[in-house]
């Protein structure tokens, strides 16, 4: 009994500690965040330095963006999160509800609960902001009878929308945009059913759909059973086609050589297309550790040597970087103060890949 008691009294003080160098942990990220270390380090986003640099897993480094965010925007989360009042698996469902108009109000009614609690809690905060609009189209297993699966407006609802509930003034939220578009983006589902087969979770608008059935109608002469994949994939197609022409990756370069551009920023097809086949269509910046970003959104064609200090278009002078890491070698090259002047974008944690949420 008494090393039962001695053993508890251990692991209380473990507890305790762990908590405490939580919260400092999250108050040094967010300085981190704020001086954008991660930028001098060469990292597109706190995002990526967490991944990359420290090892974490998607989720959880997506969990430390958040948390992050959060501790800059609401200081005052942190003695909640020092002395357990509010625990990590909240922290995402607080920067949903907290705005600077009722924080002092909502962070209250966060403590002690449970993340479920909480997620419902923020439901009842934001019945507006975010209902449960999840009009479900379940793809079918290819076995099946061909099933048309474009669901006619609020046959399919899988959750029925509560009733509107008023609530006070002072406790509807306006989330933070901010915050709101680094971590908080919804997720597409994706469940594998065998080795081939994923059936894909997407909740849509109404107009989505209204949109899908146009496009089931205009293409009932190829694909008359209206088959909701082979309609998305033909609109994925063109659309795919449409970007590789403007990235100038067209599979038949026209056979006359266009004439030469007097823009000195205008790259050349041919250039564009063997520096994106040799980039591997990804970004090539080098993160500290010596390998390649690999990010492959929002990708642009850097000049190496830039075009105001008398780069040119050529494949030696031309990389392919993501939109961050393109500004970023920009501040290396030409300086903060200079940047600043054309941007207000602080290249702040806005690149977060896809992971599977916090
Ligand atoms: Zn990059």
């Known amino acids: 009994m008494t090393d039962a008691r001695a053993l508890s009294r251990r692991i209380a003080s473990l507890l305790a500690e762990e908590r405490n160098r939580l919260a400092d942990f999250l108050v ?10 991660w930028g001098t380090l060469g990292y597109a986003s706190l995002f990526q330095y967490l991944e990359r640099e420290l090892r974490l897993t998607s989720s959880a480094a997506a969990r430390r963006v958040t948390a992050a965010a959060l501790v800059q925007r609401f200081p005052a989360v942190v003695e909640p999160l020092r002395d357990g009042r509010v625990c990590m698996s909240v922290v995402y469902e607080l920067s949903k509800a907290l705005t600077p108009e009722n924080a002092s109000e909502v962070l209250p009614r966060f403590y002690g609960l449970s993340k479920r609690e909480a997620e419902a809690l923020v439901a009842e905060l934001r019945p507006v902001a975010n209902p449960p609009r999840r009009e479900v189209v379940t793809a079918v297993v290819r076995i099946a009878p061909p099933v048309r699966v474009s669901a006619p407006a609020g046959a399919r609802t899988a959750a029925p929308v509560p009733e509107r509930t008023s609530p006070a003034k002072s406790e509807r939220v306006q989330p933070d945009a901010d915050l709101f578009s680094a971590a908080a983006r919804p997720r597409d589902e994706v469940e594998p059913l065998d080795a081939e087969l994923r059936r894909y979770h997407l909740t849509v ?12 109608d205009a293409l009932s002469h190829t694909i008359p059973d209206g088959d909701t994949e082979a309609v998305l994939t033909a609109a994925l197609d063109l659309l795919l086609e449409q970007t590789a022409r403007r990235r100038g990756l067209v599979k038949k370069p026209r056979a006359a050589a266009p004439k030469p551009s007097d823009d000195p920023r205008h790259v050349p097809a041919a250039a564009a297309r063997e520096v994106w086949r ?12 010596g390998s390649a970003c690999g990010s492959t959104t929002r990708l642009e064609l850097d000049h190496i040597l830039p075009v105001a200090l008398g780069g040119k ?16 070698a920009a501040r290396v090259m030409f300086g903060d103060r200079w940047m600043d002047q054309f941007t207000r974008d602080r290249t702040r944690a806005a690149a977060l890949p896809g992971g599977d949420g916090p």
């Open 278 to 289: 040799r980039d591997g269509g990804r970004c090539s910046f080098r993160l500290p550790d």
């Open 28 to 37: 040094a990220l967010a300085d981190f965040d704020r001086q954008r270390g």
């Open 205 to 216: 608008s109404k107009a989505f759909l209204a949109k899908l059935d146009a496009a089931k």
């Open 313 to 328: 278009p050529e494949v030696g002078n031309l990389r392919v970087t993501c939109a961050l890491h393109n500004r970023l």
